[in-house]
Every structure is written in C-alpha cells, then in structure tokens.
C-alpha cells in the first residue's frame, strides 16, 4: 500500500478522542499495522490517528519497533520476578518452566492483540534484528537464575545452555501457537515444549553431579 493508502487508512481512525496513554497508542497502532502493514505505517500516521505529533509519540515509544515490544523491560522484571518466588526446593526446571508458562499467560481479552504482536515479531523482517537484541536479555534472566541455582557462574556450560534452550522452546511453542490458531492454548504449548527440554537438561544436571 503507498504511504496515501497509509495516511488515509490513519485519518479513517481520527474521530476517536486524542490517545493519552501508551496502552492505547500501541493498540491503535496494532490496528493500522492490520489494516496497512508493519514496513506500510509510518510514525506520523500513527502519530495522526492519535491525535498527537511526532515528539508526543517519541515520549511514549523510541521508534515503531519499541512499540510492537511493549514494556519490554516492565516485562523482563516481571520474568525475574517469577523465578525469584519459586520455592527452592521445587526442581530447577520445573520452576523455569512454571515461571515462563505464568509469564506467558494472558487474559483472554489480551489474546488476539498479543497473538498479532507476536506474528509481527516472529513475521516481520525488519523486526528481527531488534529481536535478536530483545532475546539476549530474555535468555540472560533464564541464564542468570540457572546459575544462582547450580552454584555455577552465567558463563559456565549449562546456565548458558540453559537460556538458549528454554528461549528455542519458547519460540517453538509460539511458532506453533500462531500457526495453529484456536486449537490449543499458548499456556499448554510453552509447558509442553519446556517439559520436553527440561527433562534433556535434568539428565545433563545429573550427569554433571550439578545441584538443581
């Protein structure tokens, strides 16, 4: 669609009252991203449908892509914060894959924005390369918990294998959820692909005489 198509598409948004919160800015967007595509909407279309100018929006969010985030840090505490509640005698992956599965539960009237954010991440390729970035503090709080609870430093073997393969089963999980729509629920995927990799790594622990 040209960048017309793309204003126009905003201006059909604008009889709505002036956006004053980052929550609405971003569904608002999510909405002229289904309509006119990701790379297709621009910052001032966004900008125009809103009500606001461009240095309102950049109060908000740094760039387009920060918008399809969300919170991202918010989030990344909320992650830590699940791990750091775990009961310590619960197994190491166990409390990993209890964690990821809570923070990745959502209530049902967040699902369909949350499913197009995540198509858009997983989707878009001019959001890749943020995503790669994103993914390394993801897989960092995975790494960082393994490692509290083996004794082990974040740069040893297994914390760092750890956070690569909770993250790999992660997106696996997504993957599947966004290609398969309404027949299972993301919750039940993510427990489902992180049992799997957790029993792998449990094997490696105990081979490794490792305390979980």
């Not at 989030?75 to 809570?102: G, H, I, N, S």
């Not at 499913?115 to 897989?139: F, K």
């Amino acid at each position: 669609m040209t960048s017309d198509g793309g204003r126009a598409g905003a201006q059909r948004i604008m009889g709505r009252p002036r956006v004053t919160s980052r929550a609405a800015l971003e569904r608002l967007a999510f909405e002229l991203f289904a309509r006119q595509g990701f790379d297709e909407t621009t910052v001032d279309d966004i900008a125009t449908a809103a009500g606001i100018g461009r240095r309102t929006f950049f109060r908000y969010f740094s760039s387009k892509n920060d918008l399809v985030w969300g919170d991202f840090e918010d989030q990344l505490r909320k992650l830590r914060t699940l791990l750091e509640r775990t009961d310590p005698d619960t197994p190491m992956m166990d409390a990993v894959r209890r964690a990821v599965v809570e923070f990745n539960r959502f209530d049902p009237t967040d699902v369909p924005w949350h499913r197009q954010r995540m198509q858009l991440i997983l989707g878009v390729p001019t959001l890749q390369a943020d995503a790669t970035l994103r993914y390394i503090s993801w897989r960092a709080v995975i790494t960082g918990f393994v490692a509290e609870r083996t004794g082990l430093p974040a740069s040893a073997m297994i914390p760092r294998l750890a956070g690569n393969v909770v993250l790999a089963a992660s997106v696996a999980a997504y993957e599947h959820w966004l290609s398969d729509e309404g027949t299972a629920a993301l919750s039940d995927l993510m427990d489902e692909a992180i049992r799997q990799v957790g029993a792998g790594l449990a094997a490696v622990l105990e081979g490794a005489g490792t305390r979980a």
